[in-house]
Antibody
């Protein structure tokens, strides 16, 4: 069974940093592009970042570029999101998601984790 | 970047049929956009129902189907069940371009 389990969320002050993790199991992690998607309270889904299976291709939404860094460790089957200079508008539930296509960056997601909550507040 | 538009809310009677649509400000939605449909029930994580316009995952109930209609992506629910009450999001990944989600449609079954 494909599983994605996020962790690392919490309450943080504006301007501070936080690192999210996503542990993957049940599939060949290093064959798939992975994604971060967030959902602000009461709002819709917003794509945050994608990272290809070799980490060569990494892309970010304009709202987070320059502040967030996505990485992965294929040996540990883990995905990470380093969030710096956090703003109140970054408050959201952060999901990691697996790409639908093997060895192809389709940017469509098929399996989602349960999410981890990030609250940015003073 | 294109804006993806969905109906904010729709309702359907139990056993009835409803179609949700997804439009792009950049022009007609085509198979090249590879539209996805994602269901999110209250308090739950998203779950992808449809990919590449009309393909279903193993977990997708047969009453859901995807298509292209009048330049839009469409999700049709035939024989609505109370458990289908949820938010539904359209995603246009456009084959590797930056993925764009629609604002979502809140579907009420009553």
């Amino acid at each position: 069974e494909v599983q994605l389990v996020e962790s690392g969320g919490g309450l943080v002050q504006p301007g501070r940093s936080l690192r999210l993790s996503c542990a993957a199991s049940g599939f060949t992690f290093d064959d798939y592009t992975m994604h971060w998607v967030r959902q602000a309270p009461g709002k819709g889904l917003e794509w945050v970042s994608s990272i290809g299976w070799t980490s060569v291709s990494i892309d970010y939404a304009d709202a987070v570029r320059g502040r967030f860094t996505t990485s992965r460790d294929n040996a540990k089957k883990s995905l990470y999101l380093e969030m710096n200079s956090l703003r109140t508008e970054d408050t959201a539930l952060y999901y990691c998601a697996k790409d639908n296509r093997r060895l192809y960056k389709s940017n469509g997601m098929d399996v989602w984790g349960q999410g981890t909550t990030v609250t940015v507040s003073s | 970047q294109a804006v993806v538009t969905q109906e904010p809310s729709l309702s359907v009677s139990p056993g009835g049929t409803v179609t949700l649509t997804c439009a792009s400000s950049a022009g007609p939605v085509t198979s090249g956009h590879s539209p996805y449909w994602i269901q999110q029930k209250p308090g739950q994580a998203p779950r992808t129902l449809i990919y590449d316009t009309s393909n279903k995952h193993s977990w997708t109930p047969v009453r859901f189907s995807g298509s292209l209609v009048g330049g839009k992506a469409a999700l049709t629910l035939s024989g609505a069940q109370p458990e289908d009450e949820a938010d539904y999001y359209c995603l246009l990944p456009s084959n590797g371009a930056r993925p764009v989600f629609g604002g979502g449609t809140r579907l009420t079954v009553l």
